[in-house]
């Protein structure tokens, strides 16, 4: 064959894809698998040394990915959060003066390692992460076993020793199980564990290497050091504090960066390529492979690799990062591939964030021509290159950026600009690889367990009832009775481990609840959110620490609400099914990792101490002194109002002020922009069921808004509010919105987008979703408690007349108010204020945390690391021992001597790193509304009924009234 000849080329590659990869369809993937996975002897001129690393302990390494993961996830894709498991390596080196067939000698792992390292000429090592699509080890070399000999040859011609990891497979394991491990066993060179055979290795020495899907692999490893290195993160690896250093350089052959195959290149490169087109079609399409246990998934998916969508994260396709600064030199090698267009954009990237790339592309070369061709002189030379370019960067060379496109004839290189390397943006990378993603779709006979194609001779797939149906119909009676019989025995085993051997098996609880999630879905779904409320009785009959379903804890013991939430000694994280209540939600609130909700929380945190608050009073006093304006026209015409929509309107003005630089609206609205405040109602509704049924608020989210405003309207108008609030700070980034420029105080939209954070963190989604959870939460809390404890002012003469009498001592005019600082000090306001937070506490669903680093004890009985505990302030704050007589309005309890010891009783905004973030604001805004409110006014309240009107009956994640309740329907009088 002449490998110099163009058209030979193509006739070449051809026929490999006819006669190989073509066949490779018939076969079922786990019989794939086991075939290019067999561990084959060692022979010949190499050292193997082999050896596992357990998984990690005392780490970080794993949560950070997932954070990472998390930011970047621009459209809320769900995935597997992959946990980390023990990774089994290979130690490759040259061995000298033996011949091709000589055997390894019969010695242990850490002498054939010293041995390895005694013909070992250099300090390089080099981290090799092998192709194979994710899914198989590169077909074209059978084995991890024959990637033996290449990783041995690369030593050789280096004089370093190789590090090949046996990364786990999909489709069984889904990204970022084989990220999670590439970028375990990177830290496995920096720190290695007790137990490793080889010494901590700088990165100054280390360079990573890979071919295929192992170099996208090795892409994504350098993004998430990239983005750590952004974050200042610290990592920690078996106990040891590692940074996130890169490595001198990664050397990548035939890189795949792009998964979805959206670039031009694609359709261009096609007739030279060993792919069939389309080429996410072969050689692993979903449709072509028989049926086994590992495919089709349970759930099924439409991609091997992951779920489609995530197909588009850019640690998934590096093509779509956007962000190279201090990125380690590159070589990239290829041939002219359909998958080129993607590395060429990763060049030029890196290249105009000022790192140094160096492009190799053979004319009409297939991808990884270097082991279907590997007698071609282009082999040979691209070999030598890659291996030349890793001597380079060990000895920490940055050659200047270059790329060169190397002609078959003669293998002349010509020059090739790398700023003109592809002719599109990132942002069009993106968009047309998400959009490519919405191509994939879950073939209908996947969603029966089996695949289009016969059986293959392998044991046959099928779990599930569909199947078991499927197999009663066509007559397979015994195949579906066994199922049936293996499916029962699944099910008992689950409870029994439940019941017997769950960590959390010695806490008592109602046996229903101990294995099953039905108990609760009962109280909370058909029963309309009354589980809450089931607790009090829950915990009469068992105790104070008692099982509430198969993975919770819930403790009713107010002395130790500091113990849970107020801890500073470990990470505190919010159970992900209480973090996404409100949906796919990115905002500090939904936030359920400790690293990242502490990264957030510290943007906001400057916007709410005392101090900050202080500084906005004027801007509060506007919208308070519309609402004095409007209650003296409702005294003057005899209006009856409603208090729920008052106090939400003038608090929802407050926030948006602060938010956005907003004059007051929604206070002076004839209704009080009513309609709003019902939505959000609506919404708390949904946000429970979505507790128990997770993908609840993501479908009603994707539902188009013609369908939402048939089937849900409020759900709609809620979408149509967060678009709006989407628009408010795109506005503000853009620079259509200044009118932050003239307001006399500091806004939160305008500083955070220019803030510090992470550009991952200034996402258009993020924002919205961080704007949509302060103002809805400044307003919906702050408003409960005050139409609250205004009612019980009311309700109760010498209450308000004691208040009144304060408050005119203390404001002879109310024209002319004093500072929030001296109205702090007024002692029975402050006293009725507790009261209203303790009695109209608005939160009633119980607070969630998870402890990853260390367990529980409360009354004798032991809570393990990791689980979740919940608490209640609901069940707290009418606590008899603490709080005689609960349900009566007495400010008086908090004054004298014993009122300073109650407040460690008292929680309302929670405790700890997660409390309420805006609670100094909504502390002041109690003061200064109630004393602007009962300085001047009184209510009639004698049409309000307390139980149906004020008293919490429902459980919403906020409380909810009586559904027949009108409102709170007061008249105002003056004086």
């Known amino acids: 064959m002449d490998f110099q000849n163009a058209q030979h080329l193509v006739a070449a590659a051809q026929k490999v894809r006819a006669e190989y990869l073509q066949s490779a369809h018939t076969t079922a993937i786990s019989v794939q698998q086991k075939a290019t996975c067999r561990n084959d002897p060692v022979n010949g001129p190499l050292w193997v040394s082999k050896f596992s690393l357990p998984s990690p302990i005392d780490d970080n390494s794993r949560e950070l990915l997932l954070q990472l993961i998390d930011e970047a996830n621009e459209h809320q894709v769900r995935y597997e959060h992959s946990a980390s498991v023990p990774l089994d390596f290979e130690w490759v080196g040259y061995r000298s003066n033996v011949q091709k067939d000589t055997p390894e000698p019969a010695i242990e792992e850490q002498e054939k390692f010293e041995k390895l390292m005694a013909e070992t000429k250099s300090p390089l090592t080099i981290l090799y992460l092998y192709g194979g699509s994710f899914v198989f080890v590169l077909p074209l070399l059978n084995s991890p076993s024959s990637y033996r000999k290449h990783a041995a040859s690369l030593a050789q011609a280096t004089g370093a020793k190789v590090l090949l990891v046996r990364q786990r497979l999909a489709p069984q394991n889904p990204f970022p199980a084989a990220l999670l491990d590439a970028f375990q066993a990177y830290l496995a060179l920096l720190s290695p564990p007790g137990g490793s055979p080889h ?141 080129v267009d993607a590395s060429r954009l990763v060049a030029r990237e890196v290249h105009r964030a000022g790192g140094s790339i160096t492009l190799r592309e053979y004319e009409n070369m297939p991808h990884t021509f270097f082991f279907v061709f590997r007698m071609a002189p282009q082999t040979k030379q691209i070999l030598a290159e890659w291996a030349q370019s890793i001597v380079r960067f060990e000895r920490g060379e940055r050659p200047a950026s270059s790329a060169q496109f190397i002609r078959a004839r003669g293998l002349t290189a010509e020059p090739l600009v790398v700023e003109d390397l592809v002719p599109f943006t990132v942002q069009q990378a993106q968009q047309w690889i998400w959009t490519k993603t919405h191509g994939y779709k879950v073939p209908a006979f996947h969603q029966e367990g089996r695949s289009s194609l016969a059986v293959s001779p392998v044991t046959p797939s099928g779990t599930g009832l569909t199947v078991l149906w499927a197999n009663l119909i066509t007559g397979h009676t015994m195949d579906a009775l066994l199922l049936l019989s293996l499916v029962l025995v699944a099910l008992i085993s689950l409870l029994a481990y439940r019941v017997y051997f769950h960590p959390l098996a010695h806490i008592p609880g109602p046996p229903l609840a101990k294995v099953s999630y039905l108990y609760e879905w009962y109280y909370d779904l058909y029963q309309s959110g009354q589980f809450t409320f089931q607790l009090k009785d829950l915990h009469r009959k068992y105790g104070p620490v008692i099982r509430i379903n198969p993975d919770e804890v819930h403790i009713d013991d107010p002395d130790f609400f500091d113990q849970v939430f107020n801890q500073t000694n470990g990470r505190a994280e919010k159970p992900l099914r ?150 408010q700070v795109e506005a503000i980034r853009n620079g259509e919105d200044m009118t932050y420029k003239n307001a006399s105080h500091r806004t939160v939209f305008h500083e955070l987008l220019n803030s510090k954070l992470p550009p991952a963190e200034l996402r258009r989604d993020r924002l919205r979703d961080e704007a949509f959870s302060l103002v809805t939460a400044g307003s919906g809390t702050t408003s409960y408690v005050l139409r609250g404890t205004a009612y019980h002012i009311a309700a109760n003469p010498s209450v308000r007349q004691r208040l009144h009498d304060e408050l005119v001592a203390n404001i002879p005019d109310p024209q002319q108010f004093p500072t929030l600082t001296t109205l702090e000090q007024l002692p029975y306001l402050t006293a009725v204020i507790q009261e209203g937070l303790r009695l109209c506490d608005p939160v009633t669903h119980r607070i969630s945390r998870q402890f990853p680093d260390h367990p529980l004890q409360c009354r004798g009985i032991f809570i393990p690391a990791n689980m979740t505990v919940g608490m209640t302030a609901m069940l707290a704050h009418p606590n008899e021992t603490i709080f005689p007589e609960p349900r009566v309005f007495r400010p008086e309890r908090w004054l004298g001597p014993d009122g300073k010891q109650l407040e460690r009783y008292l929680v309302p905004f929670n ?54 309740t009108p409102g709170i329907l007061v008249t105002v009088r003056e004086g």
């Not at 050397?251 to 670039?263: E, G, I, Q, Y």
């Not at 909504?922 to 309240?941: K, M, W």
Request: with cysteine; aromatic share 8%; proline share 8%.
């Open 911 to 964: 405790r700890g790193p997660r409390s309420c973030l805006g609670m100094n604001l909504a502390r002041a805004e109690l003061v200064l509304i109630l004393a602007t409110v009962f300085r001047q006014f009184d209510f009639d309240v004698s049409a309000v009924r307390r139980e149906r009107d004020i008293d919490v009956s429902r459980d919403y994640i906020l409380g909810a009234q009586a559904r027949d």
């Open 578 to 727: 209480v973090a996404e209540a409100f949906g796919p939600y990115p905002a500090t609130i939904g936030t359920q990792s400790h690293d990242l909700h502490r990264l957030r929380r510290s943007a906001l945190n400057p916007f709410f101490p005392k101090k900050s608050v202080n500084d906005l009073v004027p801007v509060m006093r506007r919208p308070i002194k519309i609402l004095r304006e409007r209650l003296q026209q409702a005294a003057q015409t005899g209006e009856m109002l409603n208090m729920k929509y008052i106090y939400a309107a003038v608090t929802l003005d407050i926030i948006n002020a602060y938010c956005f630089a907003h004059e007051p609206h929604n206070v002076g609205q004839p209704d009080f922009g009513r309609k709003g405040f019902d939505d959000v109602d609506s919404f708390l509704e949904v946000s429970l069921l979505n507790i128990h049924i997770p993908w609840a608020m993501r479908f009603t989210y994707s539902l188009p808004d013609r369908v939402n405003k048939i089937l849900a309207p409020a759900m709609a108008d809620i979408l149509d509010f967060r678009r709006d609030l989407s628009r």
């Open 199 to 339: 010494k901590a290795v700088p990165a100054s020495s280390i360079v990573v290497a890979g071919d295929s899907s192992g170099a996208c692999l090795a892409l994504g490893l350098l993004q998430v050091l990239l983005r750590l290195q952004r974050r200042d993160a610290t990592i920690t690896f078996h106990g040891a504090k590692q940074a996130p250093v890169v490595p001198a350089g990664m050397s990548l052959l035939s890189p795949v960066a792009d998964l979805t195959n959206a670039f031009p290149s694609f359709e261009h490169n096609a007739y030279c390529d060993i792919f069939p087109v389309p080429i996410e079609k072969l050689p692993y399409l979903e449709k072509t492979f028989p049926t086994c246990p590992a495919w089709p998934t349970r759930p099924p998916r439409a991609n091997l690799y992951c779920e489609a969508g995530m197909l588009a994260h850019p640690l998934a396709s590096p093509a779509a990062a956007d962000d190279w600064t201090g990125a380690c030199p590159l070589w990239l090698g290829s041939g002219q591939e359909q998958i």
